[in-house]
Nanobody, 124 residues
Framework: QVQLVESGGGLVQTGGSLRVSCVASGDTFSSYRMGWFRQAPGKEREFVATISRSGGSTLYADSVKGRFTISRDNGKKTVDLYMNILKSEDTAVYYC?????????????????WGQGTQVTVSS
């Protein structure tokens, strides 16, 4: 098992930047694919980005491609999401997730472990 704790959320103006981080504890971090999802009020949880176990492969939702970057440090057991050119529609609770499965990596149900979430609010 792995435990996940997010940090780094906050309030930022439109066009600004923010980094959210996730630190893992427990099982071997490098054996997990990591992902970021988000959930806005009244909406379903949606995929944001995912990174492979080695960090060599990433995938992004179309809505954040070119603006967000996911990275991981297996030695520090962390995964970060760098968010640039933030828009009001990026406002959501951001969740870090981990999986050892090889299923549909953009689907929340593929991920077995979740953090508690961190709020990101983009204001104009």
């Amino acid at each position: 098992q792995v435990q996940l704790v997010e940090s780094g959320g906050g309030l930022v103006q439109t066009g600004g930047s923010l980094r959210v981080s996730c630190v893992a504890s427990g099982d071997t971090f490098s054996s997990y694919r990591m992902g970021w999802f988000r959930q806005a009020p009244g909406k379903e949880r949606e995929f944001v980005a995912t990174i492979s176990r080695s960090g060599g492969s990433t995938l992004y939702a179309d809505s954040v491609k070119g603006r967000f970057t996911i990275s991981r440090d297996n030695g520090k057991k962390t995964v970060d999401l760098y968010m640039n050119i933030l828009k009001s529609e990026d406002t959501a609770v951001y969740y870090c997730a981990a999986t050892q499965q090889f299923g549909k990596i953009q689907v929340a149900e593929t991920y077995d472990y979740w953090g508690q979430g961190t709020q990101v609010t983009v204001s104009s």
